[in-house]
């Protein structure tokens, strides 16, 4: 049995490493929970119990991408998980899938770093257009890591990085800004240090993502506010130049910052992710962040 469930989808533009804006479209595809237990991370919650439905996720890209309509670039298969993780695609879709997606030049998906492996190869040599493999690489503190629970050390990134890269593929790291257990004092110079990591490895991608507390943790989570995101993408982009760096623009509104210059910050944010340049900071007349 199969779902006929629409996915949520967005469309957004992102800077290529030459310059040029890309149009991309996002599924949110729902399937199998992710195995890993990382303790900030709250995607689980909308996702089923048990393992997808042989058929799901292909049924799920195609109603998503008719119901887009759009003529993109880019395309992220986003299921909250790993796609390369049996429970969360049965491999039997692989193919499908593959074929679905033969109109996009970029196809972007999700995987832990240690589910990288012959699969992943095998599903990248069935597409038509580049394979990028988003990870998460959260911070290279070496005290938050591994408190972090996402059982991966910074070897199973590095050996992952490099076996896609072989493989001809590309991929995109995810960076917290705010990671649980860093120091708050030293939350901005840990971003940029992870930001710079990735980009060691090389990075396509760099994405700063704000941390999202997770309702009812016992862990200790703070939101960064809108200042310190802006500080974040200004330093990380300082230290990538070769990596397209940005920040996850999904939920900047919901980040903290003075009611006078919030939409200038937010938009100084979504101008500084197409430009990869530091742009000149907002001065607002009632507060005094970041001038
Ligand atoms: S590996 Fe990714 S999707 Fe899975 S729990 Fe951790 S952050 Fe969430
Ligand atoms: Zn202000």
Not at 40 to 47: H, I, V
Not at 170 to 191: C, K, Q, Y
């Amino acid at each position: 049995m199969t779902s006929a469930l629409t996915p949520r989808w967005a469309i957004d533009t992102e800077r290529e490493t030459d310059g040029a804006l890309a149009q991309t479209l996002t599924l949110f595809l729902v399937g199998a929970k992710c195995p890993f237990r990382c303790v900030y991370c709250d995607l689980g919650d909308a996702m089923i119990d048990g393992a997808t439905p042989v058929g799901s996720l292909p049924n799920q890209i195609r109603l998503g991408i008719a119901a887009a309509q759009a003529d993109c670039h880019t395309i992220k298969l986003y299921n909250a998980s790993n796609l390369f993780e049996k429970r969360a695609l049965p491999s039997v879709d692989d193919a499908t899938i593959a074929q679905l997606v033969s109109g996009y030049e970029r196809i972007v998906v999700e995987c832990h770093p240690r589910l990288i492996g012959e699969r992943m190869e095998r599903f990248a040599d069935a597409l038509l257009g580049t394979l990028e493999v988003a990870m998460g690489l959260e911070t290279v503190h070496p005290d938050a890591l591994p408190q972090l629970q996402k059982a991966m050390t910074l070897s199973d990134y590095d050996r992952a990085a490099g076996r896609i890269d072989k493989h001809g593929c590309t991929h995109r790291a995810f960076v917290l800004i705010g990671a649980p257990f860093v120091p708050p004092e030293a939350s901005l110079e840990w971003t940029v240090k992870t930001a710079s990591y990735a980009a060691g490895r090389g990075a396509r991608v760099i994405s700063l993502i704000p941390l999202r507390p997770r309702v009812g943790s016992t862990v200790p989570m703070f939101a960064p506010s809108l200042a310190e995101v802006e500080q974040a993408l200004e330093r990380s982009l300082q230290v990538a130049p070769e990596a397209v760096v940005q920040v996850d623009p999904w939920g900047l509104s919901r980040l903290s910052a003075c009611p006078s210059c919030s939409q200038a910050r937010q938009e100084r944010i979504v101008h500084m992710n197409l430009s990869g340049a530091v742009e000149p900071p907002v001065r607002c007349p009632r507060c005094a962040e970041n001038q």
